[in-house]
């Protein structure tokens, strides 16, 4: 695993953090993500959330970047690394490189909850990229 990642380009913010508790429970992941896009102020190129600064409590590292066109998730352990893409407009989905078929969008927006409770939990960081 890696242990150097720097978010020093990037501001810690709280944004769109009270806003989760307003959007619906059973898909909470891939509401937040749609939120985030259509809300995302003009002088934001996107945000990321990443439990990094956490690193020696977890298995799995992740960051997770949004913007208006896409999320993009990366994981990494001591076993895998994988880059998963949601294209907003097409609704594809790509595991590294690999157009994926719609079963897999239920297993990513699962995935995207469990890193938005990581969030209200104080398990993770959002941070914004200011344009």
Known sequence: MIDNLSFDHLNKTQAFIQDIDTLPPDQLGFSFISHVKETLPLDIASIFI?????RKSVKVLYVLRINREKAELVELSEHIENSIIYDFLSQDIYLNSKKMSNFYK???KQRL??????????????FEEVI
């Not at 990443?50 to 956490?54: D, G, I, L, V, Y």
């Not at 209200?120 to 959002?126: G, P, R, T, V």
């Open 50 to 54: 990443s439990n990094f600064e956490f």
């Open 106 to 108: 239920k297993a990513f």
């Open 113 to 126: 909850s469990h890193i938005i409770k990581d969030l209200q939990n104080n398990k993770s960081n959002i």
